[in-house]
């Protein structure tokens, strides 16, 4: 890993404290940064590192509200928000395999040599894993399942896809 910019280590010491609940506008940020907050600037960049690293390493999990009046304030998530913020990932990653398999099927595959048909065929298998495993219907099978949803066993949600 990389050293941090000075600034994103400042937002850093600010943002691992906080706790859910917690809020800043970007005029707050800006204050305590001592740098301009607003999007597309430096100040929005180094948060955004700062917010990964809160993330990665303090386990505190912080998001932008923009609402459609008022400023955008930056938010220290409870846990029925943290919960959205993973639906929302699951959704991005549901998205992104689908379009991958998509992408897949553009190939023809007699003009791979056997190395490239091997690393083409693995990727496959991943998108299908992935966008399986995505689904809002396999998430309720797995839920609703009993199954040990803390330490599900692979091989159970494995069959579980194939009904």
Known sequence: MHPLNLIAE????ILK???PGDSYTEQDIAQKLGIECSPGSEGK???RSAIKVCIREHHVLWQWDRPKAGPAKLICCDAARTIDAMDSERKRINRTTVRLGRKSMCLNESELNEKEKNRYRAMQ????????LSKANTLNKIINGGFDVIAPDTDKILQLMKS
């Open 10 to 13: 400042k937002a850093v010491q």
């Open 17 to 19: 404290t906080g706790t």
């Open 45 to 47: 960049l180094r948060i």
């Open 125 to 132: 298998v991943i998108a299908t894993m992935g966008q399986n």
